[in-house]
């Protein structure tokens, strides 16, 4: 049983069905999952500065709580929370000043057992692109699928060894066990903007813009990625143009989703909380 | 660009030493860091300049640029310095100096309509006090 991690965005922004198709689709391949009990807001970005410590604690909280319900890693759909969780979780394995200042703060220990896993990972590690192949009921060919990764899912690489930072293959791999074709295309573990989407919206826009247009000449009919944030941004910047020349964004859910067929599969499905 | 002859106190580069557990004097000026960086023309100074700008101390440059602001931490800079110095860290850390003491910096949130919270929390902790 894998703990789970919702998150603000995903569950605050449903109308991307990120959650729902997510946890269809480990339903049909077998995974069993199970929210927390209680959980908070991972802190949304990772405090690069060595002095700071109270943006490391409602983190290490989600990955205490894990340890104590006893499951066997924390799961999130969101890049973002998987950023912070991991490197929160390696900091405090690996800096004995933070894990006593946390400590302290907490006024609780953290024994540092737990995994954090996204997503993707479990698709790939626990399930396997054999095991997805054999679930397709529908499958996607002859559509054109890019997939974006973003920043916070790769990097830094030697702290989330999940994939290769300049030349990662997992999503079109899944892309592939669906039936569809991956495109590769530039640009694809370039940043979007991130947080300037509430700031400086000139700087997203361009930089989400540079993607979708590369994305769209490598040929690709619909775009996928794994973070909330870059999925605003990605579809964001398309706003001025007609609805003929935008491309639709998706997260990585929706194709596998629809090839699973797992709407009909999850129709018990026991509606989510909010 | 032109450097001044005079260079600023050390206390400056003290204070960065303390908060990022760098020190900018051992970059070499490889320029990956300005290469691979997605959002340069945003930029008045790349972030190779910045480094070294922080490493021959003239600070003041640094602190007026707008480039620490413009610098949105996707880390691709950090993740592909041959000397492990993490420019993203280094911005971090001349943003937290500037927030900090110098009580600048304050962006304000033009957009919260329709942006996702993970942006405004974000924004909220990386650019204001």
Same mark, same amino acid.
């Given at each position: 049983m894998l703990g789970y991690y919702p998150g603000c965005t995903v569950r605050a922004h449903q109308n991307g069905n990120f959650e729902?198709?997510?946890?269809? !689709?480990?339903?049909?391949?077998?995974?069993?999952?199970?929210?927390?009990?209680?959980?908070?807001?991972?802190?949304? !970005?990772?405090? +690069?500065?060595? /002095?700071?410590?109270?943006? +490391?604690?409602?983190?290490?909280?989600?990955l205490k709580r894990t340890e104590e319900e006893k499951k066997e890693g924390l799961l999130t759909l969101c890049s973002a929370c998987y950023h912070v969780l991991k490197r929160v979780n390696h900091r405090m394995n690996n800096d004995k000043e933070a894990k006593k200042r946390v400590e302290n703060y907490l006024d609780d220990k953290y024994d540092g057992t737990t995994k954090v896993l996204h997503l993707i990972e479990v698709l790939r590690d626990q399930v396997g692109y054999k095991e997805i192949k054999e679930h397709v009921a529908n499958s996607l060919e002859g559509e054109k699928i890019a997939t974006y990764y973003g920043c916070l899912f790769l990097r830094p690489e030697k702290e989330m060894e999940l994939l290769d930072a300049e030349n990662p293959g997992v999503m079109e791999e899944i892309v592939k066990a669906l039936g569809a074709e991956p495109v590769i295309y530039p640009y694809r573990t370039?940043?979007?903007?991130?947080?300037? $989407?509430? /700031?400086?919206?000139?700087?997203?826009?361009?930089?989400? +813009?540079?993607?979708?247009? $590369?994305a769209k000449k490598a040929g690709a009919t619909q775009l996928v990625t794994a973070?909330?944030?870059?999925?605003?941004?990605? %579809?964001?910047?398309?706003?001025?143009?007609? /609805?003929? %020349?935008?491309?639709?964004?998706?997260? !990585?859910?929706?194709?596998?989703?629809?090839?699973?067929?797992?709407?009909?599969?999850?129709?018990?499905?026991?509606?989510l909380a909010n | 660009m032109r450097f001044p002859t005079k260079t600023a106190s050390i206390k400056e580069q003290e204070e960065l030493a303390d908060i990022i557990q760098k020190n900018v004097k051992d970059c070499y000026q490889c320029l990956k860091c300005s290469a691979g960086c997605p959002l340069t023309e945003h930029m008045d100074y790349y972030p190779h300049q910045v480094m070294l700008l922080a490493k021959m101390d003239l600070y003041k440059?640094?602190?007026? =640029?707008?480039?620490l602001w413009v610098c949105a931490s996707?880390?691709?800079? =950090? =993740?592909?310095?041959?000397?492990?110095?993490?420019?993203?860290?280094?911005?971090?850390?001349?943003?937290?100096?500037?927030?900090?003491k110098r009580g600048e910096g304050n962006v304000e949130v033009v957009n919260p309509k329709g942006v996702p919270r993970q942006a405004l929390i974000s924004s909220m902790r990386k650019l204001r006090r």
């Amino acid at each position: 049983m894998l703990g789970y991690y919702p998150g603000c965005t995903v569950r605050a922004h449903q109308n991307g069905n990120f959650e729902k198709e997510a946890l269809a !689709i480990l339903k049909v391949l077998g995974i069993s999952v199970e929210e927390l009990s209680e959980w908070e807001c991972c802190g949304a !970005i990772y405090p +690069l500065t060595n /002095d700071e410590y109270v943006p +490391l604690l409602s983190s290490v909280r989600a990955l205490k709580r894990t340890e104590e319900e006893k499951k066997e890693g924390l799961l999130t759909l969101c890049s973002a929370c998987y950023h912070v969780l991991k490197r929160v979780n390696h900091r405090m394995n690996n800096d004995k000043e933070a894990k006593k200042r946390v400590e302290n703060y907490l006024d609780d220990k953290y024994d540092g057992t737990t995994k954090v896993l996204h997503l993707i990972e479990v698709l790939r590690d626990q399930v396997g692109y054999k095991e997805i192949k054999e679930h397709v009921a529908n499958s996607l060919e002859g559509e054109k699928i890019a997939t974006y990764y973003g920043c916070l899912f790769l990097r830094p690489e030697k702290e989330m060894e999940l994939l290769d930072a300049e030349n990662p293959g997992v999503m079109e791999e899944i892309v592939k066990a669906l039936g569809a074709e991956p495109v590769i295309y530039p640009y694809r573990t370039d940043c979007c903007g991130a947080y300037h $989407a509430s /700031d400086k919206e000139e700087v997203s826009n361009s930089a989400s +813009l540079k993607i979708v247009m $590369a994305a769209k000449k490598a040929g690709a009919t619909q775009l996928v990625t794994a973070c909330p944030l870059c999925k605003h941004n990605l %579809q964001h910047c398309q706003k001025e143009l007609e /609805d003929e %020349q935008k491309l639709p964004i998706h997260y !990585i859910t929706a194709p596998i989703y629809k090839a699973l067929g797992a709407d009909k599969k999850a129709e018990d499905e026991q509606p989510l909380a909010n | 660009m032109r450097f001044p002859t005079k260079t600023a106190s050390i206390k400056e580069q003290e204070e960065l030493a303390d908060i990022i557990q760098k020190n900018v004097k051992d970059c070499y000026q490889c320029l990956k860091c300005s290469a691979g960086c997605p959002l340069t023309e945003h930029m008045d100074y790349y972030p190779h300049q910045v480094m070294l700008l922080a490493k021959m101390d003239l600070y003041k440059k640094v602190f007026d =640029s707008k480039t620490l602001w413009v610098c949105a931490s996707c880390l691709a800079c =950090s =993740s592909r310095c041959p000397r492990d110095l993490e420019p993203a860290k280094v911005m971090e850390g001349l943003r937290a100096m500037i927030i900090r003491k110098r009580g600048e910096g304050n962006v304000e949130v033009v957009n919260p309509k329709g942006v996702p919270r993970q942006a405004l929390i974000s924004s909220m902790r990386k650019l204001r006090r």
